[in-house]
């Protein structure tokens, strides 16, 4: 289901999550960005068709682009639809991408893009810079995680 009810009944579009970010980098920062969109992307985001996986930003000539993400074509849409995984230009103050671009540029540092999300009817677009995980840190996450379930499966069982 593409969407969420909240108390008054109305629906609220769901945000777009790159799960596989945060497994794959340790993210040190995030900023909100804008995104420029054709109307039929919007339609289609509010409708929770978008995926994350494989995107991507870039600076390029000062400019920050979300690159390789992919927004379904609306059904509705005749003749205007848009193309399935172009380049969208994301939105942001000069300073905040000239310090981003700074930061980019350091060995093993990415622009990753971590959600898509409805804000006061704008699609905005939350770009982490991460540095990405060795294959041992990834094992060592799991194998936590799996304690930490194991310890609340026990104590969850203590209790009844």
């Known amino acids: 289901m593409a969407t969420q009810t909240d108390k008054k009944g109305s629906e609220a579009p769901r945000s777009i999550q790159n799960r596989r970010a945060r497994f794959d980098y ?6 909100e960005a804008g995104i420029a969109l054709v109307g039929s992307e919007v339609k289609s985001l509010y409708l929770g068709r978008g995926h994350l996986n494989d995107a991507f930003c870039r600076v390029v ?4 682009f979300l690159i390789n993400a992919d927004i379904e074509p609306y059904e509705k849409a005749s003749v205007f ?6 380049d969208r230009k ?18 093993g ?10 804000k006061n009817g704008r ?3 939350d770009v ?8 041992y840190d990834k094992r060592d996450k799991i194998a936590q995680d799996d304690e930490r379930r194991e310890i609340e499966r026990v104590r969850a069982q203590k209790f009844d």
């Open 128 to 135: 982490g810079l991460g540095k990405g995980k060795a294959l």
């Open 109 to 118: 540092l990415s622009l990753i893009p971590l959600s898509l999300y409805f």
């Open 61 to 64: 000539n000062g400019e920050l």
């Open 81 to 86: 639809q848009h193309e399935r995984r172009r």
């Open 90 to 107: 994301l939105l942001m103050h000069r300073k905040e991408i000239n310090t981003l671009d700074r930061k980019a540029m350091e060995k």
């Open 26 to 31: 340790n993210i040190m920062e995030s900023h």
């Open 123 to 125: 699609v905005k677009v």
